[in-house]
């Protein structure tokens, strides 16, 4: 299986810009996707193939990286934006990150 | 408007079948795949199985031995049949439509396994 590592929580400042980190355990091309779950809802896209913004998003979420390296940027972020957040890969079978929960300070 | 429902007992003792059905509209299952995902109370999410447009079917390699995914394409219903149900496999289990990505979700169901 394809392992996804994110950092477990992040704290920001509204207004900050904020990065959240996926490093996969082997290449998965462009086929990594973002997920923002709140509690008690279900995941919510926010970008497929590493760079596209799914529909409804606003610009201040964006993706990027390729091959095992992956990056989600929030800028700037607001309060609502106090989720946890998934990687998830789609080269192979399947496989998510174990969520990067973002709090505001 | 693409939508996903998913239903089943809320409850289910261990050692026992899990049976959930998930009702879709807004798209056709011969044309697009639908795959369960499930996350235990307060962690993430693992991807359970997938049944294809053709009605093939993946599962995950740790549930392969316990899994089975079928459909009624005349009903829209995807269902999920689990058997050996052990307290590890207490979640809430979604339904999602794919593209590569998991672009719609269901609400949830939550299973929960005890005596």
């Known amino acids: 299986d394809t392992v996804l590592t994110q950092s477990p929580a992040l704290a920001v400042s509204p207004g900050e810009r904020v990065s959240i980190s996926c490093r996969a355990s082997e290449g998965v091309n462009s086929y990594m996707h973002w997920y923002q779950q709140k509690p008690g809802q279900q995941p919510k896209l926010l970008i497929y193939k590493a760079s596209n913004l799914a529909s409804g998003v606003p610009a201040r979420f964006s993706g990027s990286g390729s091959g095992t390296d992956f990056t989600l940027t929030i800028d700037p972020v607001e309060a609502d934006d106090t989720a946890t957040y998934f990687c998830q890969q789609s080269w192979n079978d399947p496989t998510f990150g174990a969520g990067t929960k973002l709090e505001l300070k | 408007q693409v939508q996903l429902k998913e239903s089943g007992p809320g409850l289910v003792q261990p050692s026992q079948t899990l049976s959930l059905t998930c009702t879709v509209s807004?798209?056709?299952?011969?044309?697009?795949?639908v795959h369960w995902v499930r996350q235990p109370p307060g962690k993430g999410l693992e991807w359970v199985g997938a049944?294809?447009?053709?009605?093939?079917?993946d599962y995950n390699s740790a549930l392969k031995s316990r899994l089975s995914i079928s459909r009624d394409t005349s009903k829209s219903q995807v269902f999920l049949k689990m058997n050996s149900l052990q307290t590890e496999d207490t979640a809430i289990y979604f339904c999602?439509?794919?593209?590569?990505?998991?672009?719609?979700w269901g609400q949830g169901t939550l299973v929960t396994v005890s005596s």
């Open positions: 049944i294809w447009s053709g009605g093939s079917t």
């Open positions: 807004g798209f056709s299952l011969t044309s697009n795949s």
């Open positions: 999602t439509y794919y593209g590569y990505w998991f672009a719609y």
